[in-house]
């Protein structure tokens, strides 16, 4: 198939790519860079070892979209293009709500011009917020607790109405819980600006010893040990997900909600333990209160990803940290 990837530069985007290339598919990125770079592509090339497409583009600009989905004959659309930062959207609530909801709809509006009707869409394990129960399951309630989690809701709610004014709408909205690690080849990987706020690439950068110690938010917490618990799941697996989702979404029309998650909690002291196993040293660790925010402990119920797409994520907590770790080291050369 034809596939538009929006973001597809970005994290989880370009290692979607190389799956959904290496599968026989032909990907077109379509990304603003405003939190990646145009390197990607080359590397992606590298990669799978043939020319990959890409548009640069702000999905808001509904026209440049059409335009890029006619050259190209796109028949189906991943929308990984999105802001993801927290605390920015608590900030900045506006530029949350106009980068995500604005965005998908803009999208939505070039996809129904051109009557292209699949779509998978980048949503967060957020949406569920505090737990009322664990594991989440999909029909678990949804009330987000910051506006970053309110912008994947609404955006949710806008695909359930469209699924439900056409019955030829063929969507999926996939819950991501913790994706982290990189690709074999170290070419690509979770690369953020300035000082990481997420687990995974803090630990890499300790390892590297540009950070000198990880602060473990959090001693105290009702979980195995203490620490905080999540469900952290290997971006490949999760960009396996994607495909299978497409396959799945190519034979079964509707709106289809679905987490994709490993369904097993690890500790932050986990991480840390295993990531030492891959970098073969210890890591300085100091405890710290906790985050401001912060939940103890969630993890998916990963049955439905099973049952609907055939799909269970194969890859270990070790593997994660093998695979960072590498590309920490490739990228930093
Ligand atoms: P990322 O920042 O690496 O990738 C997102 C890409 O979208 C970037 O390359 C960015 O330049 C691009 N982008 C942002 N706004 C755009 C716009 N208006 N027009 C065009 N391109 C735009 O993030 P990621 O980790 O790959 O996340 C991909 C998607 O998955 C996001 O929607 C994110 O909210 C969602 N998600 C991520 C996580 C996670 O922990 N990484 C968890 C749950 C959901
Ligand atoms: N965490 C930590 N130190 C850090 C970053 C994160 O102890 O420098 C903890 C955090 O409190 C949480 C877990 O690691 O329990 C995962 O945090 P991350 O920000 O990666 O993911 P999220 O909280 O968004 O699920």
């Known amino acids: 198939m034809n596939i538009l990837l929006t973001g597809g530069t970005g994290y989880i985007g370009s290692h979607t790519a190389v799956v959904l290339a290496q599968a026989g598919h032909k990907v077109i990125l379509f990304d603003n860079l405003c939190n990646s770079s145009n390197e990607v592509v080359g590397r992606l090339e590298k990669i799978v070892g043939k020319k990959i497409d890409f548009a640069e583009g702000d999905v808001r600009d509904t026209a440049l979209l059409i335009e890029v989905m006619r050259t190209h004959q796109i028949e189906a659309v991943i929308h990984f293009a999105g802001l993801k930062a927290v605390g920015q959207s608590v900030a900045d609530p506006i530029l949350y709500f106009a980068n995500n909801v604005q965005g998908t709809i803009s999208l939505l509006q070039a996809m129904q011009q051109l009557q292209i009707k699949t779509f998978i869409f980048s949503s967060s394990a957020t949406v569920y917020g505090e737990p009322v129960y664990l594991p989440y399951d999909e029909v678990h309630p949804t009330k987000p607790i ?66 000198k110690y990880l602060n473990v938010f959090g001693k105290d917490y009702d979980t195995r040990d203490g620490t905080g618990e999540r469900d952290y799941i290997h971006v490949v697996d999760l960009a396996e997900g994607h495909m299978a989702a497409l396959d799945f979404l190519n034979k079964h029309a509707g709106l289809h909600v679905v987490n ?37 402990i969630y993890y998916a119920k990963a049955d439905l990803a099973k049952q609907l797409f055939g799909w269970t994520a194969q890859r270990s907590l070790d593997k994660m940290c093998e695979s960072a770790w590498y590309f920490e080291q490739m990228h930093n050369k």
């Open 260 to 296: 994709l998650g490993t369904g097993k909690p690890a500790s932050v002291l986990e991480c840390v333990r295993a990531f030492e196993k891959a970098c073969g040293k210890p890591l300085p660790i100091e405890f710290a209160p906790r985050r401001d925010g912060d939940l103890p």
């Open 146 to 211: 910051n506006p970053y989690g309110d912008s994947k809701l609404q955006v949710e709610i806008i695909l359930r109405d469209l699924a439900q004014s056409d019955a030829q709408w063929k969507i999926a909205c996939l819950r991501y819980f913790n994706p982290v690690g990189a690709h074999d080849s170290g070419l690509i990987g979770d690369d953020p600006n300035g000082i990481p706020g997420n687990l995974m690439p803090y630990l890499s950068r300790v390892a590297a010893g540009t950070l």
